[in-house]
């Protein structure tokens, strides 16, 4: 029997396809590259829906063509750009025209908000501060066992959002394929950001107290050492901006330092 | 613990910061716990991923910028105090982790940077693979990728690790006999670094939610 023109079919892409998407999206990265950048991974991502959203070999190979070009995105942010794709591409595969060409232009207007949105939130915001309320419970944790529960929340604490934006992002991307923008803008993370730059905040200034604390029953002198040696690399910080100077410098003058007065 | 399985180890959860998941399982907080409780000092662990953890917060891995490898770098830092933990000198072995994890952290940079453009030579295969319509060969290449980026972590790991572990003893005890006192200082001086990296990215986080409400208010 003869098979219908691709075209003529309708494909439809399930929520079971879709969780297959976002499994694979936590290896967005795995071949990051200096002419594709994520843009390996983030076709592997789509090879799950290959087989439903292309019957011909031809069909797929300019299918993974298409997504094989440039791309860049936040890791977690990418999620979105994944939805939109599979959906454009359902399109595309049910018969509408200009869809190729509409999905590359789209998918480069998404680069750069995807990728500012999700460095500022997640990189800047959501895992320092995680990572430093962290670092509160375990110096004030006064037993392995609350220290290992601290670390499952502060896993919790970074994960949760992450977990759900790769997945939102995916279905927000398939379901408004061409509003995705109203999706993907800074006002709507300013809420969660905001919530986390609390926490950044109260969680240093709880290191600095606590481990100061910490300290002073060792060596009252070991406080000035550890301020002035932030106060040194912030004002270093200013002339070098390498991190590697910076750091030797600072500890190579205090310890000499130490050396000379302890 | 053998080096080689501890090499293993890193390599393993250093595959966490770009190649798998994105979990913070790298991060030093939770990587050097880990390698406590495998190397028998689960306590030690947790102090040298408090320590470890601020200094490379600071560096964020935006668009294709390489970043210092600081996951790698305290995981192996962390590796050489736990494997020299019971020396009479633990503030002089703290200093010398420490010194030998910022070099970690530029060599496991030039190694992201070696690693990201032999991955256009896996883009090339991939390419190919398509043009001949091998579509199931495509995740298998990108598992060969992360295979490749797990062995050259493991050399360099294991390289670090056998090298201290023919050296670094001897000078521990020099060093120690003669400033293990003085080098008290150490842990402080580590936080205070840390501590100066981390206000400045909370000073740039807070910068621009201001310049947004200006925005709003203009």
């Given at each position: 029997m003869k098979k219908p023109p691709e075209s003529a079919r309708t494909k439809t892409i399930t929520n079971w396809d879709l969780f297959k998407v976002f499994v694979a999206s936590f290896f967005m990265q795995a071949v990051w590259n200096f002419r594709s950048l994520i843009s390996i991974g983030f076709s592997v991502c789509l090879i799950p829906v290959l087989g439903k959203l292309c019957s011909s070999p031809e069909a797929k190979k300019e299918f993974l063509h298409r997504h094989l070009r440039f791309f860049n995105a936040h890791p977690y942010f990418a999620s979105f750009a994944l939805g939109v794709s599979i959906r454009m591409e359902e399109m595309r595969a049910n018969g509408e025209p200009h869809m190729p060409e509409t999905l590359d232009r789209l998918k480069d207007l998404l680069i750069s908000p995807l990728g500012a949105v999700g460095d500022r939130l997640f990189w800047a915001t959501i895992k320092p501060a995680s990572l430093i309320l962290g670092m509160l419970g375990i110096l004030v944790a006064p037993s392995v066992l609350t220290k290992v529960l601290v670390l499952i929340f502060t896993f919790l604490l970074y994960n949760i959002p992450h977990f759900y934006f790769r997945y939102r992002g995916l279905l927000e991307g398939y379901h408004h394929p061409m509003d995705i923008y109203k999706y993907v803008g800074q006002q709507r993370f300013n809420k969660l950001r905001k919530a986390y730059l609390y926490i950044f905040f109260f969680s240093i200034i709880g290191v600095i107290v606590a481990y100061s604390h910490h300290i002073f029953h060792l060596h009252p002198g070991l406080i000035a050492v550890f301020l002035i040696s932030a106060l040194y690399s912030l004002f270093f910080n200013r002339i070098v901006k390498s991190f590697y100077w910076i750091s030797l410098a600072t500890f190579v003058f205090f310890l000499a330092v130490g050396i000379l007065f302890f | 613990m053998?080096?080689?399985?501890?090499?293993?180890?890193?390599?393993?959860?250093?595959?966490?910061?770009?190649?798998?998941?994105?979990?913070?399982?790298?991060?030093?907080?939770?990587?050097?716990?880990?390698?406590?409780?495998?190397?028998?000092?689960?306590?030690?662990?947790?102090?040298?991923?408090?320590?470890?953890?601020?200094?490379?917060?600071?560096?964020?891995?935006?668009?294709?910028?390489?970043?210092?490898?600081?996951?790698?770098?305290?995981?192996?830092?962390?590796?050489?105090?736990?494997?020299?933990?019971?020396?009479?000198?633990?503030?002089?072995?703290?200093?010398?982790?420490?010194?030998?994890?910022?070099?970690?952290?530029?060599?496991?940079?030039?190694?992201?940077?070696f690693y990201r453009k032999l991955n256009g030579r896996i883009l090339d295969f991939i390419m190919r693979e398509v043009d001949f319509s091998h579509f199931k060969r495509i995740p298998l290449l990108e598992a060969a990728s992360g295979l490749i980026y797990f062995l050259m972590v493991y050399v360099l790991t294991y390289s670090f690790l056998r090298v201290n572990e023919l050296f670094l003893p001897e000078i521990i005890r020099i060093i120690g006999r003669l400033f293990e006192e003085q080098l008290i200082v150490v842990k402080p001086i580590i936080m205070g670094i840390g501590l100066a990296f981390v206000i400045q990215l909370l000073r740039e986080a807070v910068r621009k939610n201001l310049g947004k409400k200006i925005e709003k208010t203009s």
């Open positions: - | 053998n080096i080689a399985i501890l090499s293993a180890i890193i390599s393993f959860l250093s595959l966490d910061i770009t190649i798998a998941f994105q979990v913070l399982i790298s991060s030093p907080l939770f990587a050097c716990p880990i390698l406590g409780w495998l190397l028998g000092d689960v306590w030690l662990g947790f102090e040298l991923g408090f320590l470890f953890q601020l200094l490379w917060l600071g560096r964020i891995p935006a668009g294709a910028y390489i970043v210092p490898e600081g996951n790698i770098a305290s995981m192996v830092a962390a590796g050489l105090v736990l494997l020299n933990h019971e020396t009479a000198f633990p503030h002089t072995t703290l200093m010398l982790a420490f010194l030998e994890g910022i070099l970690v952290s530029y060599l496991g940079a030039l190694l992201t940077f």
